[in-house]
């Protein structure tokens, strides 16, 4: 049994992949984001180089778990895997269990014209793989 806070859950969509990125346990330090982080980096350089696809369900608890300094983290590692991600991804489901954040966050979405039929926050990961299970079939 890995020790990794993150577990990477890869199922078949089609021709495509779906990965849960599913938190596993709440003790969140710092080198797990460090380590999440630079795992992401691998698979999505893996998922370029071999020009594959995925669409992303992620259950991680970001605002749930993760202080300040370690959002700074993420943010500061973005422009690493932007470019890769956008290019490997298909859609992505976010899980977030408040309803305020979910329904700031798609206002936010429809509000900067992101593609709205491939994002989505949602309150569980159930709700997440039927929408990545419909945007796939678009």
């Known amino acids: 049994m890995s020790d990794k806070a993150v577990e990477f ?3 078949e969509c089609g021709d495509n992949k779906i990965i849960n990125f599913k938190m596993v346990r709440d003790n969140i330090k710092r080198c797990d984001v460090e380590d999440f982080l630079n795992d992401y980096l691998k698979l999505v350089t893996e998922y370029k180089d071999k020009n ?18 370690y959002i700074k983290i993420i943010t500061d590692f973005m422009p690493k ?11 992505n489901a976010i899980v977030f269990k408040s309803g305020t954040v979910r329904t700031l966050l798609n206002k936010y979405i429809a ?10 926050f949602v309150k569980t990961s159930q709700e997440g793989e039927e929408f990545i299970k419909k945007i796939a079939t678009i």
């Open 111 to 120: 509000q900067y014209k992101f593609e709205i039929e491939f994002i989505k």
């Open 9 to 11: 859950i890869i199922t």
């Open 81 to 91: 895997i932007r470019q890769l991600g956008a290019d490997t991804t298909l859609g």
């Open 52 to 69: 594959m696809k995925f669409y992303g369900l992620w259950d991680v608890k970001i605002t749930n778990v993760l202080p300040p300094t």
